[in-house]
Structures are given as C-alpha cells and as structure tokens.
C-alpha cells in the first residue's frame, strides 16, 4: 500500500503518461525478466537437452545420428551397469563417511574456538584456511605426500616403526586417503557454520543448568547439542551436497584409480560421457544423479523441519 | 532506504552483474601462446655441442625481407639448398591452432614455432597437453565443427580409425599434389615408407609425418655390468631372471628392479612387445578382438606380474611421467617404453643417470611400430596455413633439427644426418633401427575405433595380475566388456 501512494504521488507530481505508471509499477518484475531469460538459456535448455539426449544412444564421433531407444539407457544404469552400481554405493560411503568426520571434528573445533584463550584469533584463522584453498592445489601437494617412495606420509611412518603404506595405490586405502583430503579442506566449513550457531544460543539455559549442578559434559550433551541440532543438520546437508559431487579431488588424484576403487558416480560420468564418448548414456547417468542430489536435499529438509 | 528504494536498486545491480558477464565472457577457446613455453631443457640443448661440422641446419632463410621467391643460402647447408619459387610467405597474417601431446617431440616443435613464423609470417598458438586431457579434449574440438583446431598431432593406432570414421581428418594428397602449395623441397620419398603407409588411412594421407615411434628397453649400465647380465635379451625368461636378480641385489638401496606405465589403460602401449614376444596378438586373423586369448594373458600377465614383484611401490598408479621420474632418479634398473625419452633421460638437467643410461632392443626381439604425423582437421577454416604448418613440421630441416635434439624421426636424411650420427648415442640408435624394422606396425593398440575405452578394460587384466586376482576370469570379463564397447561404437 505504502508503494502505491509513493508511485501515485510521483505520478501526480511529474505529468504522468500512462505508460510511465506502469513501468513504475511493475519495474521488479521488469527488472528480473533479463535474469529469468538468461537462467533460462544458461540452466533449462541444457537440461533440458540432458534429457533428450539421455533417451538416445549415441557414440560421440560417429557420423550416424543419435538413436532413440526410450528409457533404455536408464534400464541399464540400474540392472545391467555394475560398474555404476558400485560407484553408487562408493559414492554414498564417500559422502556419509566424510560429512561424517567432518560434522564431530567441526563441532570440536567450534567449541573449541567458542571459548576464550591467547592466540584464539590467530589460530581460527588457520584452521580456516584449508577451505580457502584451491582444490587442485591441495591434491597435488597431497599426491607428492601420498608418494610411496619419496613421499612425507610414509617418512613419518618408517620413523615411527610403521610398515610404509601404498595410500592412493591401494585399493584398500585409497578412499580414506582421498577422503583425508576431504575431511583436511571442508572441515572448516563445518566449523564456521556451528560457530555462527552456537553464537546464537541463548545464555539462560546455560544458567539454570549451571545452578542446577550440570557439569561441562551434561551441559554438552543436554543443552548444547539439541539446540544446536537444526545448525548440524543444515551444515551436514551443504556438506553432503558438496561431498556427494566431490570430483576435482579425486579426478587429479587417482581419477578413480586404481582399477575402479576410488570411482564415484560423478567420476564415472565424466568417464563415460567425454573420455569414452558414450554421450546418451552419460546424460541418462547425469539425469540419476541429479535425482539422487535433489532426492537428498529433500529427505535432510524434511529431517530438518522436524526437529 | 525505505523498501521500494532498496528493491530497485538491487534490480539495477542484478542487471548490471548481467551486462558484465555478458561483456566479460570470451566465446573462442583461447590456447596457450607458444612463446609462453621456455624451450624445455632436453629438446634445445644439444643442438649447440655439434658445432664442429655444419651448423645446425638452416631453415629457408628467415632473413628475406620480402617475400623475394629466391631465399638466400645460408653456407655449407647440409640439405639442398632452397630452390626458388616456393613462397612460404603467402599467408602471411594468418593464425592457426595447433594442440599436440605433451611429449619430447612436441615440445621441441612448439619450441621452434618463432622460427616458423619468422619464415612464413603465420602466427600459431600451440597447445601441448599431457595425455589424458589431450585424449579427452581434441576429440571435442574436432567434433565440434566450429575450427577452432586447424593442425592437430595424430597417432594412427590411436585415432586413425574412430577419427576417419567421424570424418575429421582432411585428405592431404589434394595439397601434397598441388605445387603452389607445396615446397618442392619436401621430398616426400625421404619419409620412412612405414610412416607414409601409417598415416594413410583409407586411401586417404592424412597426415605427414615427423616422429617415428618404436619402444627400447633403458638399462642402467652399471648395474648390469655389476651383476654380469649379458644384453640383449633373446627371451622373456631371461630378462625375468635378470631383473630378479638385480632387484634382489639392491633391495636395500632402493632401486626396483624393472618399471613400466601401470595405471589404467597406459599399460596397452608398454606392454605390447610382450604380448607380442609371447606369440600372441591383439586382434586374431578376421580382426576380432582377443583379450582373453591365452597367448595375449601370458605377455599381460608377463608384464603386470614383473610390475608386481620387481617395480617400485606405486606403480599401479604410474603413467608415462612416473615411470620417467622413477628412472630419471635412477631407482630402476630397466625402463620399457618409447625410444624418444631418451632425449630426457640425457637431459643433465633433468636425468642422475646421464652417463649410465644405455638402450637395447625388447627382450623377446620384438617391438611396435608406429608414427605421429601432423593431420588438418577437416572443419578448419583456414586449411592452406595449416598445410604450410604441416610441410614444416615435416620437412627436412625441421627433422634433422629433430633428430640433433635425440629424437626420433621419419626420414632417411634426418636419421643419417652426421650432426645426429655424432651426437646421439650409437647403441640407441642401433636399438631403435631394430626396433623399429621387426616392430608389428601400429601393433601400439588394438585396431578398434572405442580406443581409449578398449584401453582401460586392458588395463583391468594388468590390475588384476598385480593385486593378485584371478587373472583368467579378469581377462575373460574384458573380452566380453570389449566387444559389447566395440559392437556399441558404430
């Protein structure tokens, strides 16, 4: 209402047009629709062509044209294609693991840094640089530690008496070595957005409880952690988002090596579509992973609305 | 502020952050400018020591002003001196693209590119990338149509087939016949006979070439002298015993006893001679492909079980740069792959075992064969300017430059160059001949067109021998995952 008289006022002052008015009155819808446009052009038409092409089958340099053959390429995402299966569930154990780690390390440097002790500034800086950093750098300096043979990690190993280990070798090892990585760089992001929640909590809880007889660690578990549970749930669900589509780690460590037991899902696409040009089966694959991501956002924003 | 105010002006921001993404975003792709390389050490050094004799072949002198058709000589040219009439400034002006892979020839053709446009006046930007991303990215470009590759590096065994299948490659016979555009100095006779059969697809040339490509087995001489092994080895047991021997001997200074590429599909390339030597072949007679043939398991299971016992810790994950790194250190006592990293493995700069590096043929006596030419793309814009790029590359000059720098090449008159004679180490250049002549010719891959998805499914075979698997059922797996990939590439 208090818009309307603005612009009517203006429109008496200045010796309207009619056209004027409705510029005036409409200039937020008229101011977004260039933005609608190019989110349009820049987000929906891609998609939409991703799933197109993810009913056809096509062969990236074949001179024939893409074949349409319906909802087999999803027929074979699911009941035929184990290698993407076993991506799937490396991917999910990748996620859960390292969103995992990082919410219990996060929160401890939270409470941590929530106190008060000398250097306390300096120190929150440099546990928040790791998320600072570039991903690709931090895997290469990560791949010249991992180094079997000439590497830090196995030094230190040797000195204490430790066999020396293959890290991103080994099939065994290499998810927990990539998922060090992980936990290294993001650990912070936790960290900051369970600072910024337990700067919010009220003081009066803490008060009766400290008139009650509560100690530090029922304090903790009692008050803290269920006021703070709707900040966990949100930072794991950033995380998780970010952690299910890790690529850049991976891709300039292993690129899913050995063999295929460091291969997530979204590796596993890159491969498929642009390195062995299976470009119809690639989008299908890109089109399931979309629906796993948003499948996940929603499940954690039901989980959050009810607590 | 009161509300209406701050909506507004939140709008002219969001348009305005529009207008400059818009300004800002470059739509050609825009690759490296060549003189942003240093001239990589290896390549560029030892052109200088063979001062003695000619000096490094000159190039159809750069110093005419104009574009007068009689180049002036320089003296005591090695190779017939530039006759007149051929204009290599015709397009002068032009700028083409140029993406190669990142190897010790193509850093050595993207260090000479200021030569290149000195003589013609065409400017390059030359892109070399390493392997996979090389792989990964031309293949795109190409299909895109949109020119933005005019010459690109090609490898037969590689691309030959997926690529003539999709049409990317020009006909090169069209501007090889045409005398305006091409030097009468080329001398296509002089290219090795294999290179020009290599590289002619179809019936179609598509492209010329420059690098001939045979394996060699690197050895250290000192540990061989010091454990008595005798070279070459006629037989895979030997060689087995040898580098058993060897490894064992210096386990406590921490040099392996043999290394090789073992990451994923880099193995198909280094592990083809013993396929090879074991009697078997990639593809049987009616070219289907054989993965699980059990001549072709015992040469991958030959490879992948010395990689196992006698490599370094690691080596699964190994690429080309590795095993490289891993002999430049001197931590291996054999190294089995392309001939040409000789160049580096010399490199003072780079390589601890300059002075004892020695090269032989393959153990079991037998090799690949293939070559790199440079190929036109067909969606290229500007295909004459390329063609002058492609002369160049392969022309005289370029390759007796080339092979002073200890590469190998793919002409006659470049091999028998006394600048290359005096320089290059006899005994590799002995190594590489051999190589080279009883290597199976493009023996460096199957002949499929899905390459590098056939690549990898190998790779799994050489993964399975390593971690102990049961390699019979791995290798029967890959023949059925091959011509399921094979059958869905048409």
């Known amino acids: 209402m208090q818009y309307v008289r603005t612009t009517e006022r203006e429109a008496v002052g200045r010796g309207h047009s009619r056209s004027e008015g409705f510029i005036d009155r409409n200039a937020h819808s008229l101011f977004i629709t260039p933005v609608i446009i190019y989110m349009g052009f820049m987000a929906i038409v891609p998609f939409v062509y991703t799933l197109w092409m993810s009913l056809h089958q096509w062969y990236f340099s074949s001179p024939q044209p893409p074949l349409f053959i319906g909802l087999g390429n999803y027929y074979r995402a699911f009941f035929e294609d184990t290698r993407h299966l076993e991506a799937m569930v490396r991917t999910f154990q990748f996620t859960f693991a390292g969103v995992g780690i990082e919410l219990i390390l996060g929160t401890i440097f939270a409470l941590t840094f929530n106190r008060e002790f000398i250097g306390k500034g300096l120190v929150r800086t440099l546990f928040t640089l790791p998320m600072m950093a570039t991903p690709i750098a931090v895997s290469m300096v990560f791949v010249i530690m991992y180094n079997p043979s000439m590497g830090v990690f196995n030094y230190f190993l040797e000195q204490m008496g430790l066999p020396a280990q293959d890290w991103l070798t080994n099939p065994r090892i290499v998810i927990p070595s990539l998922l060090a990585i992980d936990v290294w760089q993001w650990t912070p992001l936790i960290m900051l957005l369970v600072m910024a929640g337990l700067s919010a909590l009220p003081e009066e809880p803490y008060e009766s409880a400290k008139i009650d007889g509560a100690n530090g660690w029922q304090q903790f578990l009692y008050l803290t952690l269920p006021l703070l549970r709707p900040t966990l749930v949100v930072a794991a669900l950033f995380r998780a988002i970010d952690a299910f589509k890790t690529y850049d780690i991976i891709y300039s460590t292993t690129l899913g090596g050995p063999g295929t037991s460091s291969e997530t899902l979204n590796i596993y696409i890159y491969q498929t579509g642009l390195f062995y040009f299976h470009i119809g089966y690639a989008s299908a694959l890109s089109i399931i992973f979309l629906a796993l991501t948003l499948g996940m956002a929603v499940i954690a924003n039901s989980v959050r609305r009810t607590t | ?196 059969n290599v590289l002619t697809v179809n019936g179609k040339l598509i492209g010329l070439g420059y690098q001939s490509d045979a394996q060699v087995l690197f050895y250290r001489k000192d540990l061989v002298q010091k454990y008595n092994v005798t070279l070459p080895f006629n037989d895979l047991a030997s060689f087995e015993a040898a580098v058993k021997k060897i490894a064992e001997g210096e386990k406590a200074n921490g040099i392996a006893g043999f290394v090789a590429r073992g990451k994923a599909g880099n193995v198909v390339y280094p592990s083809a001679p013993y396929i090879f030597a074991s009697g078997g072949a990639w593809q049987d007679a009616s070219g289907k492909i054989q993965l699980n043939d059990p001549k072709v398991i015992a040469g991958l299971e030959f490879y992948g079980r010395l990689l196992r016992d006698y490599g370094p810790k690691g080596v699964e994950g190994f690429d080309v740069f590795g095993a490289l790194d891993t002999m430049l250190q001197g931590k291996s006592a054999f190294w089995s792959d392309y001939a040409g990293n000789i160049a580096t493995l010399l490199d003072p700069k780079q390589s601890k075992v300059v002075d004892t590096i020695g090269s032989t043929t393959l153990p079991g006596g037998k090799g690949t064969a293939g070559s790199w030419g440079t190929a036109i793309a067909s969606s290229s814009k500007k295909k004459e300017a390329a063609w002058y790029f492609v002369q160049w590359v392969a022309s005289k000059e370029m390759e007796i430059k080339m092979a002073q720098a200890n590469l190998p090449t793919c002409r006659t008159s470049a091999w028998n160059d006394p600048g290359f004679l005096k320089n290059s180490p006899k005994e590799w250049q002995d190594a590489f001949q051999k190589s080279f002549a009883t290597g199976v010719v493009n023996g ?19 993964l399975a021998v390593i971690q102990k698997q049961d390699v019979k059922a791995a290798a029967d797996k890959a023949q059925a995952d091959a011509l399921a990939v094979i059958a869905a590439a048409k």
């Open chain 2, 1 to 196: 502020m009161g509300k209406g105010a701050f909506s507004k002006v939140l709008s002219v921001l969001v348009l305005l952050s529009l207008v400059i993404t818009a300004c800002g975003a470059t739509p050609t792709a825009t690759p490296v400018p060549p003189t942003a390389t240093k001239p990589p050490a290896p390549t560029a050094a030892p052109a200088a020591p063979t001062a003695t004799k000619a000096p490094a072949a000159p190039t159809a002198a750069p110093a005419a002003p104009t574009a007068a058709p009689a180049a002036t000589k320089a003296p005591a040219a090695p190779t017939a001196a530039p006759a007149a009439a051929f204009n290599w400034k015709k397009y002068a002006g032009a700028t083409i693209s140029y993406m190669g892979i990142k190897n010790a020839n193509h850093d050595f053709i993207i260090s000479k590119l200021p030569e290149f446009e000195a003589l013609t006046g065409i400017k390059v930007n030359g892109e070399v990338l390493p392997d996979a991303a090389f792989r990964q990215k031309l293949p795109v470009e190409l299909q895109s149509g949109a020119g933005t590759v005019d010459a690109f590096a090609t490898l037969p065994s590689y691309d030959a087939l997926r690529f003539a299948n999709a049409g990317w490659y020009e006909d090169l016979s069209k501007y090889l016949n045409n005398k305006d555009l091409t030097d009468p100095n080329l001398d296509y006779k002089d290219l090795w006979e294999a290179c020009q």
């Open chain 2, 444 to 462: 460096l891959n199957p002949a499929v067109i899905p390459v590098p998805q056939v690549r990898d499914i190998i790779g799994t075979i050489v």
